[in-house]
Nanobody, 121 residues
């Protein structure tokens, strides 16, 4: 059973930084495209950043140049470094994994339980 566990959320002042982490267990991490999504109250879940197996990255326009996604295959982990945080970044952040290389289970998608990020003075 594939499990994603996020950590690193919390309360931070505007302009501050946080680093989110997500550990994947139950499968071979390098098979997965990874991403971070977020959902603010009353809004739809949106993609924040993604990273492929070969470390190609993609960001939403709202976080480009402020957030950085990275992965460590040896630790089965993906990270989101968030700098220059704004109140509008306040949301629950979810880790996402999609099996893109496995013969068995290709196309399967998984989500973490979410971690709250609050940007407020």
């Amino acid at each position: 059973q594939v499990q994603l566990v996020e950590s690193g959320g919390g309360l931070v002042q505007p302009g501050g930084s946080l680093r989110l982490s997500c550990v994947v267990s139950g499968s071979i991490f390098r098979r997965y495209k990874m991403g971070w999504y977020r959902q603010a109250p009353g809004k739809q879940r949106e993609m924040v950043a993604s990273i492929t197996n070969d470390d190609s990255t993609n960001y939403s326009d709202s976080v480009k140049d402020r957030f950085t996604i990275s992965r460590d295959n040896a630790k089965s982990s993906v990270y989101l470094q968030m700098n220059s945080l704004k109140p509008e970044d306040t949301a629950v952040y979810y880790c996402y994994a999609k099996n893109v290389l496995g013969i068995v289970g290709r196309g399967n998608e998984y989500w973490g339980q979410g971690t709250q990020v609050t940007v407020s003075s």
